[in-house]
């Protein structure tokens, strides 16, 4: 069964500083991957997606995400964070048609 | 620009009365989804329709909860009688039954019961 797993349920980042969150997998045929943000208040919204191709994926925002079959990951990066980053971030596989498993989230806090 | 909504956006009721919470799915999306989200659970899969049939709802307490699609264009959630710790954020969530399209979620339902 297709799973994903997230390393740390929160996070905090200095304005300008790397963010970098951690996304596993674990699935018996080739993963499509998933990244949402959801704001304080909001529902969640797609950031980007991997599905075939480019193992390299931009989204929106300027947050980008690497698919690393050797490793199983899909850690999902942001060269310079901005205060307008603090949400909380899901990784998610594709399960069936349609069917997202989501991980338990990251919260990320920016600090000035 | 087509969007999930979803009704009403708060709800505050009392232990054990019915609660109905209602989505309009994005036109032309053929799977509708319905998640509950806590502090403590976080994000639940409640249930999952395609093509308006019930394809999932093993997340879903069964003797209080139930969900429907009677149209294309509407979804249904329902508690009946209501606990307080049914107090969550309930979201639906539509989109296509191809494993490569994304979810597009509502803006959610606030349900406090007292």
């Known amino acids: 069964a297709q799973s994903v797993t997230q390393l740390g349920s929160h996070v905090s980042v200095s304005e300008g500083a790397l963010v970098l969150l951690r996304c596993n997998y674990s699935?018996?045929?080739?993963?499509?991957l998933f990244w949402y943000v959801q704001y304080p208040n909001q529902g969640l919204q797609l950031l980007l997606k991997y599905t075939t191709g480019a193992t390299l994926v931009k989204g929106i925002n300027g947050f980008e995400a690497e698919f690393k079959k050797s490793e199983t990951s899909f850690h999902l990066t942001k060269p310079s964070a901005h205060m307008s980053d603090a949400a909380e971030y899901f990784c998610a596989v594709s399960v069936s048609w349609g069917k997202l498993q989501f991980g338990a989230g990251t919260q990320v806090v920016v600090t000035p | 620009d087509a969007r999930v909504t979803q009704t009403p956006r708060h709800k505050v009721t009392e232990m054990g009365q019915e609660v109905t919470m209602r989505c309009q799915p994005i036109l032309g999306h053929n799977t509708v989804f319905w998640y509950r989200q806590t502090m403590m659970q976080g994000l639940e899969l409640l249930a999952y329709?395609?093509?308006?049939?019930?394809?999932?709802d093993s997340g879903m307490p069964k003797d209080r909860f139930s969900a429907e699609m009677p149209d294309a264009t509407l979804a249904t959630l329902k508690i009946q009688p209501s606990e307080p710790r049914d107090s969550a954020v309930y979201f639906c969530?539509?989109?296509?039954?191809?494993?490569?399209?994304?979810?597009?979620f509502g803006p959610g339902t606030r349900l406090t019961v007292l």
């Open positions: 329709f395609r093509n308006r049939a019930p394809l999932d």
């Open positions: 699935s018996s045929v080739p993963p499509y």
């Open positions: 969530a539509s989109g296509l039954d191809n494993p490569i399209n994304e979810q597009f």
